[in-house]
């Protein structure tokens, strides 16, 4: 008789997320055990009491996900994790913090539906925060030219200086989107604007879009009014608005859900995976594809 499945959630918020906790039971998960304001001190004593206490032909129904608003620290938590493991002893673990993974695989997803995205040129806004800088990463892995936008010059280019480290011979450049003639420079040329700013800001007028001859897609990921991109609503999704395709937070959120519930899923298949920004695109791309 198969063991039940358990999945330990470490978040580093006050509380562990409820959001999380929901997806997680709706994607068959037997037990969740929750912990919160989890340090980087506090994980090798909880991944090791998961591991431990089951032997290595059962340690494919334990499983680890890392959540919590702070994404810099859900990377610290994903890095102490993967130090726990040795040897046969080890269980698969995701990261999600924020929702910065999932969320950023929809957003690519998005776009690739539409146009081969090798070669294409994509203005991430916001590129600098932790969906935009995932996006733009996993842009490059396409082999997309990516331009990653930031109010900051200096943060703009540490963020491309970032991807360039992770992606070998990623295209990518960090550009200065702190005034409209700066952002209609920087929008003048590509095919694809995607988004990834705070809740109510807006990133890019219409007036601004609407004469970028290139362009062909619009993804916000923005569901909280002012949009990130003047008139698209958040409910779009592969809707025509002035001969572009664009979609709406909602409208991409659909297949974020179905990314994330894939995701945790797939932990329980093998002890040995770790699920991070490719890895969850990857798992994206295998539901677009039908598998």
Request: hydrophobic share 45%; aromatic share 4%.
């Amino acid at each position: 008789m198969s063991k039940p499945k358990i999945l330990v959630q470490l978040d580093s918020d006050q509380h562990a997320s409820v959001f999380d906790a929901v997806v997680a039971v709706d994607s068959g998960v037997d037990q969740l055990f929750q912990y919160s304001q989890i340090s980087s001190d506090d994980v090798e004593g909880l991944v090791h009491g998961a591991m431990f206490t089951r032997g290595p032909q059962d340690l494919h129904q334990t499983a680890v996900f890392i959540g919590g608003s702070n994404v810099s620290e859900g990377e610290k938590l994903l890095e102490a994790t993967r130090k726990c493991f040795f040897g046969p002893m080890r269980v698969s673990v995701m990261m999600d913090s924020n929702g910065s993974n999932t969320t950023a695989a929809a957003a690519v997803l998005a776009a690739a539906r539409h146009m081969d995205l090798r070669g294409a040129k994509v203005l991430v806004l916001a590129g600098t925060g932790p969906v935009g800088l995932r996006a733009g990463r996993l842009l490059a892995c396409q082999g997309a030219e990516v331009k990653l936008g930031s109010r900051s010059s200096e943060r703009a280019q540490q963020a491309a200086e970032s991807v360039a480290r992770q992606v070998e011979s990623a295209q990518v450049v960090g550009v200065c989107t702190a005034s409209d003639e700066e952002i209609a420079l920087a929008a003048g040329d590509v095919d694809v604007i995607i988004a990834a700013g705070a809740a109510g800001i807006q990133l890019i007028s219409k007036a601004i879009w609407s004469h970028c001859e290139d362009l062909k897609i619009l993804v916000d990921l923005n569901a909280v009014p002012p949009m990130g991109i003047e008139g698209i609503e958040m409910m779009d999704k592969a809707k025509e608005l002035d001969g572009r395709i664009v979609y709406g937070a909602i409208g991409v959120g659909g297949t974020k859900m179905k990314i994330h519930k894939a995701a945790i899923a797939c932990l329980f298949n093998s002890t040995d995976h770790v699920l991070d920004a490719e890895e969850i695109y990857a798992i994206g791309e295998g539901l677009e594809n039908g598998n």
